[in-house]
């Protein structure tokens, strides 16, 4: 054989066997266990990269070009799912299950749950086209107590700083959209404007008692604002007028029942309903969340004891001994939706002090969210492949 | 010239494909009795044809041949049961948590919908149950299962929601309005006309959008607790061309990222696929999970049309090379929320 000719074949051979190769690494790689069971049909499977990002300079041909040698294969990320989700719903409620779910440790770093739940948000409208300024309006709480004025903001902004207004009005409706009032926004630093000038403005109302609900009722406030080029702007918000049922007295004592602490909070009862209390706890000073209890209950018209149950194991993991801070304690009236929330107490009271040794080292081995894992784990398949991939 | 594979493989990729192809028969076999019962609860309405006719109500999950349950049932090898309840009711309404717990505990019974599916296995006959929502259907589910205790708020407002909380296994919500919709935000307050996609799929401040708005004293969080059993947060980002100005970051066309993700903080807050919130950040201190974003708008969420590109999402579930995957990371290039579901089991 000519020497040329050896060469073409020795060229298509070697080739050849790269080509192989690739293919023997493919089918194989396909068939570990480790991948293949979690894996979505490769013909779907992606590059591990940032769609629309151009692809790295120097970037090395497809695997299954070069063959499988080791360190291109490591290089081949393919995303994958877990082996089953039940599997992580059934490790997530194991976890969960060392915690009743009327109480729940508190890490420094959390946000207060009383506080998250009665945070405001602010409601934005832009123009037609998306353009500024932007109308932003918002009560100043969630929830209004009867017969407290009701405060509402507002401004117009470019970029989140405010601008001058040329007008801003308000109308405040029922939720059946039924119109009550028109209103004016001021920006005079009166009446529950924080600052005269700095073009964020407010509206105070003193709802008639006409409007005051039995309970709970929510207003929707429609706002319309010009801009200094008379461009017309549009948003709503709303708030919670509330007339609750029951009231805190200002009287709580503390005591350790079964390895846990237990705060009595004294409500008085107006009318015979369902009532909900929750409260954190904190260290004494105030600097670190420890724990958040809830409670509820239908009580009849009188003077009650309404008792918060902190699980004990929260506040022996932390290891801070007491006395402890009640920080935030809300109490609701939950005998119809919407709720009537009372305003929120802070810094209620501080208990006894106690060793954070002397409260249960036992986890409260929820037995719903057990017998959830269990099931789940008796029921449950690796995920993944099926008949079409 | 005829390429030859060596003769170990000649004789051994035979073997194993015999042995990948009995353990897969095995595995589907395994699945077809011990895969959980989806069941499906739809979201907003402008009407109450979903509440008064079940053929609405799965009609929901359909677009032409498409068809979300066929899809995440794997062609109906899995058992399934259809939610029907007044999508124009408040979350909270008789109608709507109500109607749906109610429906739930039925399907756990072993009793059929509508359309005559039922349960392959009943809660007392050992059976799983995993409830898919969409929209609307997952603040209702944020409602339900956050009131299943008698320490709660709302405990068994409306319905049995201690049953449906200790028989659900997990749900998974796609375009969920956990934080309510900004969408429903423009509707109310006049300025959908900036935002016409909106306008045309809200229609109206009907009850149910009145209470899917952004203001706090409109959110599920503000009455319910955190939810006794997870719920998995799937999400779209394909923005829709006008409804999206109405929107704060990225979002579906109807529902922002805050929302779909059930993020604590204002529910108005603009985020993007790199930085919604992690487990960490919900509007509960637990119970609420990443699993990705899709490139799907509002509808293809819940109707398997659109097989597009899913991306990671900060505390996603997705893994690379054994390690959570970068956010915003494309993990799938054509795949449809029908789809990631019937992987999930």
Redesign the interface.
């Known amino acids: 054989m000519r020497r040329a000719n050896r060469q073409r074949i020795a060229i298509a051979g070697a080739g050849?066997a790269v080509v192989?190769a690739g293919w023997?690494w493919w089918?194989?790689s396909a068939?570990d266990p480790t991948t293949a069971i979690a894996s979505?049909p490769q013909g779907?499977?992606?590059?591990?990269?940032?769609?629309g990002a151009p692809p790295p300079a120097g970037l090395p041909p497809p695997v299954d070009a070069l063959g499988p040698d080791p360190a291109r294969v490591a290089r081949r990320?393919?995303?994958?799912?877990?082996p089953?989700?039940?599997a992580?719903?059934a490790e997530?409620?194991r976890r969960?299950a060392r915690f009743p779910?009327?109480s729940?440790p508190?890490a420094a770093e959390?946000?207060d749950?009383i506080l998250?739940?009665?945070?405001?948000?602010?409601?934005?409208?832009?123009?037609?086209?998306?353009e500024d300024p932007a109308l932003t309006v918002y009560?100043a709480r969630?929830?209004f107590e009867a017969p407290e004025a009701v405060v509402l903001h507002a401004y117009l902004a470019v970029n989140d700083r405010p601008v001058p207004v040329l007008a801003l009005r308000g109308t405040l409706l029922t939720?059946d959209?039924l119109p009550l009032a028109e209103f004016d926004y001021a920006d005079d630093g009166s009446g529950g404007d924080a600052v005269a000038g700095d073009d964020v403005y407010t509206a105070t109302l003193l709802l008639s008692p006409d409007l005051t609900p039995e309970l709970s009722a929510?207003y929707?406030v429609?706002?319309r604002a010009f801009t200094t080029s008379e461009e017309e702007?549009?948003?709503?918000?709303?708030?919670?007028y509330a007339s609750p049922h029951s009231h805190l007295t200002g009287r709580y004592r503390d005591r350790m029942v079964d390895g846990s602490l237990a705060v009595d909070a004294e409500v008085e009862v107006h009318r015979e309903g369902r009532f909900?209390l929750e409260a954190t706890l904190y260290t004494r000073d105030g600097g670190a969340k420890l724990s958040?209890a809830?409670?509820?209950?239908v009580l009849p018209p009188g003077v009650h004891w309404m008792t918060l149950p902190f699980y004990g194991l929260a506040l022996r993991e932390r290891g801070i001994d007491g006395p402890y801070l009640l920080r935030f304690v809300a109490l609701?009236t939950?005998t119809a939706?919407?709720?009537a929330?009372n305003r929120l107490v802070e810094n209620a009271m501080v208990t006894r002090a106690y060793p954070a040794s002397s409260f249960t080292d036992r986890s409260f081995d929820d037995p719903?969210?057990l017998?959830?894992a269990d099931?789940?784990e008796?029921?449950?398949?690796?995920?993944?492949?099926?008949?079409?991939? | 010239m005829v390429?030859k594979?060596p003769h170990r493989?000649r004789r051994s990729?035979p073997f194993?494909l015999a042995l990948?192809t009995a353990v897969?028969m095995v595995?589907?076999a395994?699945?077809a009795s011990?895969?959980?019962c989806l069941i499906f609860v739809h979201g907003k309405q402008t009407n109450t044809d979903t509440f008064t006719s079940w053929t609405s109500a799965r009609n929901y999950w359909k677009d032409g041949s498409k068809d979300f349950v066929k899809t995440a049932t794997?062609?109906f090898?899995t058992s399934y049961y259809v939610v029907g309840y007044d999508g124009t009711n408040?979350y909270?309404g008789t109608q709507a948590a109500g109607e749906v717990a109610n429906e739930i505990v039925t399907a756990t019974n072993g009793g059929a919908d509508g359309g005559g599916n039922h349960c392959a296995l009943s809660y007392a006959q050992?059976?799983?149950f995993w409830v898919i929502a969409h929209s609307m259907g997952g603040t209702i589910m944020d409602y339900v299962l956050g009131n299943?205790?008698?320490?709660?708020?709302?405990?068994n407002?409306v319905g049995p929601f201690d049953q449906v909380?200790?028989r659900i296994?997990?749900a998974i919500t796609m375009g969920g309005a956990h934080?309510g919709s900004?969408g429903a935000?423009?509707v109310?307050?006049?300025?959908s006309?900036?935002c016409n996609f909106v306008a045309a799929f809200i229609q109206s401040?009907d009850?149910a959008t009145?209470w899917l708005?952004?203001?706090?004293?409109?959110?599920v969080?503000?009455?319910s607790?955190?939810p006794?059993?997870?719920i998995?947060l799937t999400g779209g980002y394909e923005a829709i061309f006008g409804a999206s100005?109405?929107l704060?970051g990225e979002d579906d066309g109807i529902v922002q990222h805050a929302s779909q993700y059930a993020c604590?903080?204002?529910?108005?807050t603009g985020y993007n696929n790199s930085n919604v919130c992690g487990n960490s950040s919900k509007?509960?201190?637990?119970g609420f999970?990443n699993l990705d974003v899709a490139h799907e708008n509002h509808d293809d969420e819940r109707d398997d049309n659109d097989s597009d590109?899913r991306?990671?999402v900060p505390s996603g579930?997705?893994?690379?090379?054994g390690s959570p995957?970068?956010p915003?990371?494309?993990?799938?290039?054509?795949?449809t929320s029908a789809?990631l579901v019937?992987?999930?089991?």
């Open positions: 050849l192989l023997v089918v194989f068939a979505v779907t499977v992606a590059p591990a990269r940032t769609e990320v393919v995303p994958e799912l877990p089953s989700l039940g992580l719903a997530e409620y969960r779910e009327w729940e508190l959390d946000e749950p998250r739940d009665r945070a405001v948000s602010r409601v934005s409208s832009r123009g037609r086209n998306g009560p969630i929830s939720e959209l929510s929707l429609k706002v702007r549009l948003a709503a918000t709303s708030f919670q909900h958040r809830q409670t509820a209950g609701s939950t939706m919407p709720n929330k719903d969210l017998e959830a099931r789940i008796r029921d449950d398949m690796p995920a993944g492949l099926d008949a079409e991939g | 390429a594979l493989f990729f194993s990948v897969a595995a589907a395994s699945g011990a895969a959980p794997k062609n090898a408040a909270w050992g059976g799983t299943n205790d008698a320490s709660d708020p709302n405990f407002a909380a200790q296994s997990l934080r900004q935000d423009a109310c307050g006049d300025s006309g900036f401040c009850t009145y708005r952004s203001a706090d004293d409109v959110q969080r503000t009455y607790n955190a006794a059993r997870s998995y100005v109405c704060s604590n903080g204002s529910a108005t509007q509960e201190s637990v999970l590109t991306r990671q579930i997705w893994t690379c090379g995957c970068a915003n990371t494309v993990v799938q290039s054509s795949m789809r019937s992987v999930l089991y």
